[in-house]
């Protein structure tokens, strides 16, 4: 149904209506279900482009400065047309924006596009960004700010409670300036296209369905009003359309759902759009299904400092043993140290030469043994000798030519290097032939040097180089560098480590849904592998649990961080020391408490690493000091409990349907009706009634 009267025109179903004023800008958002009004705050943008002016390289054309648009209405979806726009400044461009609303139950779907004429030069500038929607003016959906929570998909997820406020108190000002936004980029820091909002009159989410991996900021912002109890959000996307003059240039599906589910009824909405265009059923090693935990060392250091050689190999996974982890990663294993003369990734002859390399990690797989053999995918130092012959061409460049620099510095045991001698990473085009070929070398070497698993270093994340201004790439254009580059290199990497055996493995860093589809686990970073303040990895976790997610770097002994992983089913990834040091090298009560986790794990490895990770869904958990989070498998129900107090708490778990059948702790079976103890888990197994 739709109406379109005086200077308003809407669209409306039986769970969603919406209204626009005369410049197309939303001036209501109602879900009839609840009755609630999402948009609080009216006149705030709906959409931006930003625009290359010589008096500003980045110059907004907005929303709020159209003339009256044309809109059409139709039954069940709305057309507007801006036959041409006017920029922040007040001056007229010869480009034509059009965007429109089809609806469906509770679903809207937009799309955009913009037509940029073929006019004399100054009057059609090319358009560089497109921030759509902007979903503007949301404080509460429902009763108050403070009950409302945002989810936010940096890396395995964020929940911010009480957004707008948080939002405007967001960390230290740069400056003066508040960077009272969240802006990750998908596929990256971004781990996902889709976020949500939840308040007690319903739940909005706001999707990007878009297959092109093209980059794409995920946009939650605060939009300062004159006084605090005028703030409000605004949810969306930044595309790159870079559209010339000339060039028409539309979008891929931005979808809006007004609801009165939980998020978990979004994190479904976006794994069936996920589906159709990823596939998550390449069988995984079966070692890597089972993999409980991961050791993880350097064995020369990015300055020289020798820590390992290949003959002590065995050495190291006997000191992994003690812990009963069987999985060895071997960092700094290559010439130059680790982060350092990348990607040459040649044997040292300091650590005993290639020859030595092969017989060790032979002699340690025939001891029981799974190496992991460390690669980068991203990064390229200056002092390589790939550098010396296409660093320069390879570089990833800046809208001014500049390549993205990362400096990274390890720690020595001095003061000077670290001063005196930071060492550059410059970030590699992952779209260029030389360095597609370089890496897929490495994944060919890492299999011959007879490795389990290859791993490539900051492949679905890393630090923020995304857009790619080389011309001579020849990527479809700035914004298909990153996002089609890493998701091709990886299944190219994957086809290599999959020739050699189905037990072979690839390992990736960070997370992002398009890219981890070819691997077969991750070692992430950031958001979501913490048991405390805006961490939600539920998020993530619940949208995919297939990935195999390690737990971000174990380097102390952090007794909450073991608990938390082995509720969520984060595999450990121990780096005691910041990399340096065997886990012997922590005190021996640490190590031990590791070993039983592993063999809680091992036991229940058919449902608690195997199974599906239901979150909280089938639960009902009716003491807030236990953490619980459901299994499932074939045949088989668990739950992975912890008691977060510091006192004994009773197991105030069910799962309706279910009855319990026994409780288990690291330290054996336990009574189901005792307590649990401060601080431990439990593994709870359940039968159908
Ligand atoms: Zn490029």
Redesign the pocket.
């Known amino acids: 149904m739709n109406n379109n009267h005086g200077d308003t025109a809407g669209i409306t179903t039986p769970h969603v209506a919406l209204l626009l004023d005369a410049r197309g800008i939303p001036i209501s958002l109602r879900n009839i279900r609840t009755g609630c009004e999402y948009i609080e705050v009216r006149g705030l943008d709906f959409w931006q482009m930003i625009y290359p002016h010589e008096d500003d390289p980045e110059t907004p054309i907005r929303s709020r400065d159209q003339a009256q648009a044309e809109i059409a209405t139709a039954a069940d979806s709305l057309t507007v047309r801006y036959p041409f726009l006017v920029d922040a400044f007040g001056r007229r461009l010869d480009v034509e924006f059009i965007y429109r609303v089809e609806a469906r139950d509770d679903t809207l779907l937009l799309t955009a596009e913009i037509r940029n004429a073929d006019a004399p030069a100054g009057t059609a500038p090319p358009i560089n960004e497109l921030w759509s929607p902007m979903l503007s003016g949301l404080r509460s959906l429902g009763r108050s700010p403070q009950e409302t929570f945002l989810l936010y998909p940096e890396s395995a997820g964020r929940r911010v409670a009480d957004p707008v406020h948080a939002l405007s108190n967001r960390g230290q000002p740069v400056r003066g300036a508040r960077l009272n936004w969240l802006r990750e980029f998908y596929p990256g820091k971004a781990s996902m296209q889709w976020m949500g909002l939840y308040g007690s009159g319903g739940s909005l989410y706001v999707g990007s369905h878009d297959t092109s991996l093209q980059t794409t900021a995920v946009n939650a912002m605060l939009v300062s009003g004159a006084a605090a109890q005028n703030d409000s959000l605004s949810l969306g996307f930044i595309k790159y359309p870079f559209c010339r003059p000339g060039e028409t240039w539309r979008s891929e599906p931005f979808v809006i759902v007004v609801h009165t589910g939980t998020w978990h009824a979004d994190a479904r909405r976006y794994r069936a759009f996920a589906d159709t265009w990823q596939d998550r059923r390449r069988a995984k090693p079966r070692w890597v299904e089972d993999m409980a935990a991961m050791h993880d060392i350097v064995m020369l250091h990015q300055h020289g400092r020798m820590r390992f050689r290949y003959d002590e190999i065995g050495t190291i996974c006997d000191a992994a043993k003690s812990a009963g982890i069987d999985v060895v990663k071997l960092t700094g294993w290559a010439h130059g140290g680790h982060d350092n003369q990348v990607p040459d990734f040649l044997p040292s002859e300091r650590l005993g030469g290639e020859h030595k390399l092969v017989e060790n990690i032979k002699a340690a797989r025939d001891s029981g043994a799974r190496i992991v053999l460390y690669f980068h995918f991203v990064q390229m130092s200056p002092n390589s000798s790939f550098y010396a012959k296409h660093g320069e061409f390879c570089q990833?460049?800046g809208p001014r030519g500049n390549p993205f620099i990362d400096v990274f510095t390890w720690p020595s045991n001095g003061s000077i290097i670290a001063m005196n001698e930071r060492m550059q990473l410059i970030n590699a085009?992952v779209?260029?032939e030389p360095w597609k070929e370089q890496v897929l070398d490495c994944v060919r070497r890492g299999v011959a040097y007879g490795a389990d698993c290859v791993f490539l270093d900051q492949t679905a994340g890393g630090p923020s180089s995304f857009l790619?201004f080389?011309e001579r790439?020849g990527?479809r254009s700035p914004a298909y560098?990153c996002g089609p580059g890493k998701t091709e290199l990886s299944r190219l990497a994957r086809e290599i480590v999959k020739s050699a055996g189905s037990e072979t493995a690839l390992g990736a860093e960070y997370i992002a849904d398009a890219i981890l589809q070819y691997y077969d686990f991750t070692i992430p970073f950031g958001s979501g592998f913490f048991y405390e303040g805006q961490h939600f990895g539920e998020m993530y976790r619940y949208t995919f649990p297939e990935d195999v997610l390690l737990t971000q770097y174990i380097s102390r002994e952090d007794y909450e961080q073991l608990a938390y992983s082995f509720v969520m089913g984060y595999r450990f990834f121990l780096a005691p020391l910041q990399q340096c040091e065997l886990i012997t090298a922590l005190r021996p009560e640490f190590v031990q408490r590791l070993a039983n986790l592993i063999r809680l794990r091992r036991t229940y490895a058919g449902v608690l690493l195997r199974g599906r990770f239901m979150e909280t869904l089938p639960l009902q958990v009716g003491n807030p000091a236990i953490v619980a989070r459901a299994y499932q498998s074939t045949g088989e129900a668990a739950v992975a409990v912890w008691n977060t107090s510091a006192r004994p708490q009773p197991l105030d778990v069910a799962w309706p349907g279910r009855i319990l059948a026994s409780v288990e702790t690291p330290g054996g079976m336990a009574d189901p009706s005792s307590d649990l103890p401060p601080g431990e888990v439990a593994v709870m197994v359940l039968r159908l009634l």
């Open positions: 990833i460049k085009c779209a260029t790619c080389d790439h990527h560098s």
